[in-house]
């Protein structure tokens, strides 16, 4: 079955740090880029980041830039978000997303940061 | 960076009835890099419509799309009962990638 799946979500405190990570399975994962896409509680979407097939070009919305860091590993099929410096307004739902056009989403896994 | 304004905010509508979604691009967008979405409570999105008006795999025909210069439009011919959900317009021509505030389509 060609799907996504989130893990690594949890409580964190403020200035705490978290990695998320995305399982890719029924495709192969080197052959697309790859995107984050995260959901605060009953607000819409924005996308965080994303990443070429091979990982030599990566970007990310101002918002979460020289905190946050994607990266794959296109031998285990997965990707990641290591996200540092976590503040309140990063509670979300993240997504991992396959390609530019979204075609495929995980899940989800949830991000909440509060003391 | 590319802002996209969703309109209305909310439709009230009726099954059966044909559903008119907007979204407004602040600067040009191709047609190739704008997307729909389609997000039901509890779910993740799901793609509908790429490159402005081709369905996605699996997706029913009575959901269209078209482009007129930066205004982009969602049609949903006759509503079925699923299709109450929330929708969101996107493009992703330059980084940073771009969501609608989105839609949300009600029983009336």
């Known amino acids: 079955e060609v799907q996504l799946v989130e893990s690594g979500g949890g409580l964190v405190q403020p200035g705490g740090s978290l990695r998320l990570s995305c399982a890719a399975s029924?495709?192969?994962?080197?052959?697309?880029?790859m995107s984050w896409v995260r959901q605060a509680p009953g607000k819409g979407l924005e996308w965080v980041a994303n990443?070429?097939?091979?990982?030599?070009?990566?970007y990310y919305v101002d918002s979460v830039k020289g905190r946050f860091t994607i990266s794959r590993d296109n031998a285990k099929n997965s990707l990641y978000l290591q996200m540092n410096s976590l503040r309140a307004e990063d509670t979300a739902m993240y997504y991992c997303?396959?390609?530019?056009?979204?075609?495929?989403w995980g899940q989800g896994t949830m991000v909440t940061v509060s003391s | 960076e590319i802002v996209l304004t969703q309109s209305p905010g909310t439709l009230s509508l009726s099954p059966g009835e044909r559903a008119t979604l907007s979204c407004r691009a602040s600067?040009?967008?191709?047609?190739?890099?704008l997307t729909w979405y389609q997000q039901k409570p509890g779910q993740a999105p799901r793609l509908l419509i790429y490159?402005?008006?081709s369905r996605a795999t699996g997706i029913p025909d009575r959901f269209s799309g078209s482009r007129s210069g930066t205004d982009f439009t969602l049609t949903i011919s006759r509503l079925e009962p699923e299709d109450f959900a929330v929708y969101y317009c996107?493009?992703?021509?330059?980084?940073?990638?771009?969501f609608g505030q989105g839609t949300k389509v009600e029983i009336k």
């Open positions: 997303a396959r390609k530019n056009s979204f075609d495929l």
């Open positions: 029924g495709f192969t994962l080197s052959n697309h880029w």
């Open positions: 990443i070429k097939e091979d990982g030599s070009d990566k």
């Open positions: 600067q040009s967008v191709s047609s190739t890099y």
């Open positions: 490159g402005a008006s």
């Open positions: 996107q493009q992703y021509g330059s980084p940073p990638y771009t």
